[in-house]
């Protein structure tokens, strides 16, 4: 039999260990900054099936108002940018499990993500939810659209409110590309979207025979994230959203990008400019 010593002796052991593990643990999941430096890469989840904000190039390459900050993110580090394409059911996953260290990807700043995931303050952009219909449907009204099937995309926060307090008849679809070839298909009436991407669809000529005749509803701002657990990681992007809105930054890209300054943004560039 062993002797009480020597049973304390191996729970004292035990417990080190445990706590060792522990420190470890945390010791990882409070580091990304550091990680990104010694890495010498930055991975940024971001769209790219929603143009002007993140899309496709000719040459393959992802482009956009979000691929440019999280360019202008990586130039203030001192490292190289890799970009990995997200959609809205998968993008709070991939920065949960360690897929990706930054996400710059048109997400809607809520209280239930905000449990899930640091959303940095502050907020860089927003938006409403809005439809693209044909110009031939002469809608004028969301009443219009009650009872009638309009394609969504899966993970977007307003279409409980479009079924519930509007009545549409939600399809939800993975991605984007699903959802307009649906639009373009007769599957559903319009695409029920957010109105920022909705115009960038309305700036290429396949949808000159759409429209976006409703006033937008619901506008709530976007945050970028990062996993929760990283003080430093989140100060730091802290600090770019800062920049961003003094500078700037965010409407110069949306004259780039060829649509309207957003009040959002100039009223963010007004604030801080006077800071």
Same mark, same amino acid.
């Given at each position: 039999?062993?002797?009480?010593?020597?049973?304390?002796?191996?729970?004292?052991?035990?417990?080190?260990?445990?706590?060792?593990?522990?420190?470890?643990?945390?010791?990882?999941?409070?580091?990304?900054?550091?990680?990104?430096?010694?890495?010498?890469?930055?991975?940024?989840?971001?769209?790219?099936?929603?143009?002007?904000?993140?899309?496709?190039?000719?040459?393959?390459?992802?482009?956009?108002?979000?691929?440019?900050?999280?360019?202008?993110?990586?130039?203030?580090?001192?490292?190289?940018?890799?970009?990995?394409?997200?959609?809205?059911?998968?993008?709070?996953?991939?920065?949960?499990?360690?897929?990706?260290?930054?996400?710059?990807?048109?997400?809607?700043?809520?209280?239930?993500?905000?449990?899930?995931?640091?959303?940095?303050?502050?907020?860089?952009?927003?938006?409403?939810?809005?439809?693209?219909?044909?110009?031939?449907?002469?809608?004028?009204?969301?009443?219009?659209?009650?009872?009638?099937?309009?394609?969504?995309?899966?993970?977007?926060?307003?279409?409980?409110?479009?079924?519930?307090?509007?009545?549409?008849?939600?399809?939800?679809?993975?991605?984007?590309?699903?959802?307009?070839?649906?639009?373009?298909?007769?599957?559903?009436?319009?695409?029920?979207?957010?109105?920022?991407?909705?115009?960038?669809? &309305?700036? +290429? =000529? @396949? /949808?000159? #025979? !759409?429209?976006?005749?409703?006033?937008?509803?619901? $506008? *709530?701002?976007?945050?970028?994230?990062?996993? &929760?657990? +990283? =003080? @430093? /990681?989140? #100060? !730091?992007?802290?600090?770019?959203?800062?920049?961003? $809105? *003094?500078?700037?930054?965010?409407?110069?890209?949306?004259? +780039?990008?060829?649509?309207?300054?957003?009040?959002?943004?100039?009223?963010?560039?007004?604030?801080?400019?006077?800071?």
């Amino acid at each position: 039999m062993k002797s009480l010593s020597q049973c304390y002796r191996l729970l004292a052991g035990a417990v080190f260990a445990a706590g060792l593990l522990w420190l470890s643990a945390v010791q990882a999941r409070a580091d990304d900054l550091a990680t990104i430096k010694q890495r010498g890469t930055l991975i940024v989840g971001v769209k790219a099936d929603y143009p002007p904000f993140g899309f496709r190039a000719p040459s393959g390459q992802i482009e956009g108002i979000e691929p440019a900050l999280a360019a202008d993110v990586a130039k203030s580090l001192g490292v190289k940018l890799q970009l990995v394409p997200v959609v809205a059911a998968n993008r709070m996953q991939f920065l949960e499990q360690g897929k990706i260290d930054l996400m710059l990807a048109t997400l809607t700043d809520t209280p239930e993500r905000r449990r899930v995931i640091d959303i940095v303050q502050p907020d860089y952009y927003a938006s409403g939810f809005n439809i693209m219909v044909p110009k031939s449907m002469n809608l004028t009204s969301w009443d219009e659209l009650k009872g009638k099937p309009v394609c969504g995309i899966q993970g977007a926060y307003y279409n409980k409110e479009a079924a519930e307090r509007l009545g549409m008849q939600v399809i939800a679809f993975t991605g984007t590309a699903e959802a307009l070839t649906a639009l373009k298909q007769g599957r559903c009436v319009g695409l029920l979207y957010d109105d920022t991407s909705i115009e960038g669809n &309305l700036l +290429q =000529p @396949e /949808w000159h #025979a !759409y429209d976006m005749p409703l006033e937008s509803q619901d $506008a *709530k701002p976007w945050g970028l994230a990062v996993r &929760l657990g +990283q =003080p @430093e /990681w989140s #100060a !730091y992007m802290s600090k770019m959203a800062e920049k961003w $809105a *003094k500078d700037g930054t965010i409407l110069q890209l949306e004259s +780039q990008n060829h649509i309207k300054p957003s009040k959002f943004a100039a009223d963010m560039h007004k604030k801080y400019a006077a800071q």
